[in-house]
């Protein structure tokens, strides 16, 4: 805590009509005290940046780990998916190891979860605090469940062995979602929305922060619902393909290629059109499928529908 801070005047609430006198909203001064709060510790305490822990998809990369993003505000940490990797992405971007404020699964596509055993175990085993908050669509906690079953043997051995650890810890606090807010605490509002991904349930995710609003698509093609939840965004975060450069590929389902990326991804022209209806401040690429472009042709055709602010995403960048 650091003393010293400026204090912000905050005017009298007008009362609500019919209540009683000295009544005041529970809203109202939860409002209040996450602001005061904001206040004592500073404004660095309230500072949002996007950190891309892996840019990739499904084929292996070692300079695109998989998908995961971090909403790093002030001292806390919001990790949206656990690509291959993660862990050890968190540590070389400085993130705490010992688990993030809260998870945010947005599909449960292997690349996007494959990390996320190594998130629950590496994290517990390096003293996370207690169990793990984790968000996402219905399905998510048989697939905690089997993940600690496969599992058991670790547990056991660390619980009941000299490692002495507490198996309350481990455990993953699984909310399985529908569309709406998710979660809000001391001025961090998460709200889940639906996108197009095919047969999966998907979502994406906007944070409300006390500095920014930050919009991570997650895996889909272009979305209504995505252009409605992403008004006033500072920074949009979201997949891409290159349009110019997908075909037939030659191997077992290769036909479908150019369908199945038509139907569940969104291509580079796609999203320029995409984000200029948006208008972020910031437009960052992520989960990106380049087929042998170049950033170069990438960046080009985003900008022949918007004129905003783009850039190649990259792991580890911060914005």
């Known amino acids: 805590m650091r003393l010293g801070a400026s204090v912000i005047a905050v005017p009298r609430a007008h009362r609500p009509l019919g209540r009683a006198r000295g009544y005041e909203s529970p809203r109202r001064w939860q409002w209040l005290l996450a602001l005061t709060l904001v206040c004592i510790a500073g404004p660095g305490a ?6 891309l822990l892996g840019t990739g998809f499904p084929r292996p990369d070692p300079n695109a780990w998989g998908p995961a993003t971090a909403v790093v505000v002030g001292d806390r940490t919001f990790l949206v998916d656990a690509g291959v990797g993660v862990e050890r992405r968190m540590a070389a971007a400085h993130l705490p190891i010992n688990g993030p404020t809260a998870l945010f699964i947005t599909h449960l596509h292997s690349d996007h979860t494959l990390g996320l055993a190594d998130l629950i175990l590496t994290s517990w085993v390096m003293q996370r605090p207690g169990p793990l908050p984790a968000f996402g669509p219905p399905g998510l906690q048989p697939m905690v469940d089997h993940l600690m079953a496969a599992y058991a043997v670790d547990l056991k051995v660390r619980t009941e062995g000299l490692e002495h650890e507490t198996l309350d810890r481990s455990r993953v606090d699984v909310h399985e979602i529908h569309p709406g807010v998710i979660y809000d605490s001391a001025g961090v509002k998460v709200t889940a929305f639906r996108v197009d991904h095919g047969p999966l349930a998907a979502y994406g995710y906007r944070f409300d922060t006390p500095g920014r609003v930050v919009v991570i698509s997650g895996d889909t093609r272009p979305s209504e619902d995505l252009v ?33 990326m038509k139907s569940l991804h969104t291509s580079d022209v796609e999203l320029g059109a995409l984000a200029e209806r948006i208008h972020p401040k910031l437009l960052v690429l992520t989960h990106i499928i380049r087929m042998g472009a170049t950033d170069e042709e990438m960046l080009a055709a985003v900008r ?13 960048g911060e914005y």
């Open 228 to 260: 409605k939840a992403s008004k006033g965004a500072d920074v949009l975060v979201h997949e891409v393909y290159s349009g110019s450069h997908l075909k037939v590929e030659n191997r077992p389902g290769g036909d479908d290629w150019p369908a199945y």
């Open 304 to 316: 022949q529908g918007f004129k905003g602010d783009v850039v190649m995403g990259r792991d580890l």
């Open 46 to 51: 309230t500072q949002t940046k996007v950190v």
